[in-house]
């Protein structure tokens, strides 16, 4: 499974951007896609996930309510629509697939990552 990541940019606090993760290869062996991301000098965090079947969510705490993530199935391809951005929010930001059939919030069970994008959010 390969997937690409795009859509990152600079924004000023408040704005919004969306990000776009396109998966390609055998993508029929993954079962939940997350976001992850990086800030400088910090572990990588989880931000939210969805299952490409029935479409069951999850979000962290900090990204509730202005973080939406979704999918196109047929476009094999998962979104981030981050609104109401703020400067905590800037880091590199990862798309990944997991083969595990329940939403994870740990990096570890995801099999395969994106390259990453970033998002800067200036004040």
């Known amino acids: 499974v390969q997937l690409q990541a795009s859509g990152g940019g600079l924004v000023q606090v408040g704005g919004s951007l969306r990000l776009s993760c396109v998966a390609s290869g055998r993508t029929f062996k993954t079962f939940v896609m997350g976001w992850f991301r990086q800030a400088p000098g910090k572990e990588r965090e989880f931000v939210c996930a969805?299952?490409?079947?029935?479409?069951?969510?999850y979000y962290r705490d900090s990204v509730k309510g202005r973080f939406t993530i979704s999918r196109d199935n047929a476009k094999n391809t998962v979104y981030l629509q981050m609104n109401s951005l703020k400067p905590e929010d800037t880091a590199v930001y990862y798309c990944?697939?997991?083969?595990?059939?329940?939403?994870?919030?740990?990096?570890?069970?995801?099999?395969?990552w994106g390259q990453g994008t970033q998002v800067t959010v200036s004040s």
């Open positions: 990944a697939a997991s083969n595990d059939v329940v939403i994870r919030t740990t990096a570890r069970p995801y099999d395969y």
């Open positions: 969805i299952k490409w079947s029935g479409g069951t969510t």
